[in-house]
């Protein structure tokens, strides 16, 4: 495992939170770039110098916050790694057992929507696993 940094992260953090609230729109299905940062043990973390990476957008509560799965382009044989099949026509896993809730501020960029197929799997596995 690669080592984290922490204070790179804090950094970063403190920057997020001084965005407004003018939360980009978002809908339920869309993919996004989000930057979830460095986070502990096994917990999915972002990359690159803005700790991001790719979550699909799976339950929104209001214009703030939502749950998000993050994205894998690796789709391992994992009973928690789901196919994502997306309009952009990319596969990409959906790493259920990493499901989290998070701000809107975290949001950068929308790449694409999942197939209505694929998110409503997703969706079903994720009831399931509760």
């Known amino acids: 495992m690669a080592e984290r940094d922490y204070k790179k992260w804090h950094r970063a953090k403190s920057k997020i939170e001084e ?3 003018d939360s980009p729109y978002f809908k339920e299905g869309e993919i996004w770039w989000c930057r979830l940062g460095a986070n502990v043990g096994h917990e999915e ?3 690159g110098e803005s700790f991001s990476r790719p979550v699909l957008i799976l339950k929104k509560f209001n214009q703030f916050v939502f749950w998000a799965l ?5 789709v391992k044989k994992n009973p928690y790694y789901l196919v994502c099949k997306c309009d952009d026509k990319r596969t990409r896993a959906a790493m259920t057992s990493q499901l989290r809730l998070v701000s809107s501020k975290r949001l950068t960029d929308k790449i694409t929507l999942a197939t209505k197929e694929s998110f ?4 079903k596995a994720i009831k399931d696993l509760l």
Do not use: A, V
């Open 19 to 21: 965005i407004k609230d």
């Open 45 to 47: 973390d972002g990359k």
């Open 70 to 74: 993050p994205l894998s382009t690796k």
């Open 120 to 123: 409503l799997k997703i969706k």
